[in-house]
């Protein structure tokens, strides 16, 4: 398992306790957590935590290797098993985690897989707009599980992940965007299925969710899209990009509509455009949000569809418009 971690030792120990309870027995993995050059005792941590039951590495990062990409390249080099998982510092799998993949990778009914991507389920951050949040990072968790489903990937998720470590290097590794702060776990998932269209799979399984804290502040929100959406002037594949531009007609689209609305003659084409897109959306996110158990968010769909259109704009405006921006102490592209 690989994990990169910057500045994480308050949320460290929790994680190690995660790992600590999972139902896989401790001899078949082990743990590599690569310090991106901690400033808080992240190292000291790791290196202390002597009573875990599986093997833990700690790989310190050489004088200028830095960011997130440099973290788990380093920690993938020192690897042994020919399959790696990864997730974030911060986050929080639940105890059958890691033998859902194990039980996936096992089967022998996907001996050609490369490539698997996790789901991802936010925990309150404490902001008003916690319900919000989690329901729109619930759509994209599903729309990344059903695009792959359909066999033109677009996005998954770093917290939950893992890949066939000979297909890595195959691909290159971060090589050809290891100058981008963000990506490491898109970019590879197209490489990947660019060289094995077959090898790419969504893994359905509730045993495999991984909880990631949500932004605490409107302001660490629009941060981390800021920096998601810098990435879309470097996808080199056509699927991301066709999605980004039908999620934001769609919804943009909508919002006209309501204005379109003033006119009587247009009012029955506003509702139904509005029921039809509301029910499409409602459709998609039941299964999955029954798989997160969080059905509650659906409750949420209509007050995310009124806010989204310019959300959306502003979030993607200001990505292209980025020359870099602040993560993890560092000012980055």
């Known amino acids: ?11 460290l120990p929790q994680l190690l ?6 139902t896989l027995p401790a001899a078949l993995f082990e743990v590599l957590i690569a310090d991106d050059h901690s400033a808080d005792g992240t190292t000291a941590l790791v290196a202390a935590a002597e009573t875990t039951p599986f093997a833990l590495h700690l790989v310190a990062l050489p004088p200028g290797a830095t960011g997130k990409k440099a973290a788990l390249a380093a920690a993938e080099a020192q690897a042994r098993a020919p399959w790696v998982v990864c997730t974030d510092a911060d986050c929080r799998p639940g105890p059958s985690w890691l033998q859902a993949y194990a039980d996936l990778l096992l089967s022998s009914t996907h001996p050609l897989l490369h490539f698997v991507s996790g789901p991802v389920r936010l925990t309150p951050g404490g902001a008003w707009f916690d319900g919000l949040l989690g329901l729109e990072f619930a759509g994209l968790v599903g729309v990344g599980g ?10 998954c998720n770093g ?15 971060y090589a050809d965007n290891a100058g981008l702060a963000s990506g490491d776990d898109e970019f590879l998932l197209h490489k990947m299925h660019q060289r094995y269209p077959a090898g790419v799979r969504f893994l359905a399984d509730a045993r495999a969710v991984v909880d990631t804290p949500a932004p605490a502040t409107l302001r660490a929100l629009l941060r981390q ?23 934001l007609g769609a919804n943009v689209s909508l919002f006209v509509g309501l ?3 003033c006119w009587p003659a247009l009012r029955p084409w506003v509702a139904a455009s509005w029921a ?16 997160l158990q969080r059905r509650r968010w659906l409750a949420w769909l209509l007050p995310l569809q009124l806010l989204y ?15 870099g921006y602040r993560w993890k102490g560092r000012q980055v592209r």
């Open 1 to 11: 398992m690989l994990i990169a971690a910057r500045d994480e030792a308050a949320a």
């Open 17 to 22: 306790e995660a790992l600590r309870l999972q």
């Open 146 to 155: 059903a695009c792959i489903a359909r066999g033109r990937p677009t996005m």
């Open 159 to 173: 917290a939950n992940l893992a890949f066939r470590r000979a297909t890595f290097h195959e691909v290159g590794g």
């Open 225 to 247: 899209r800021v920096r998601w959406a810098s990435k879309y002037p470097h996808y080199r594949t056509a699927a991301p990009r066709q999605l980004a531009l039908l999620v």
């Open 259 to 261: 204005l379109a609305g």
């Open 276 to 291: 039809l897109k509301l029910g499409a959306d409602a459709w998609l996110l039941a299964p999955l949000l029954r798989l």
């Open 309 to 323: 259109a310019p959300y959306a704009l502003a979030v993607g405006l200001a990505g292209q418009r980025a020359q």
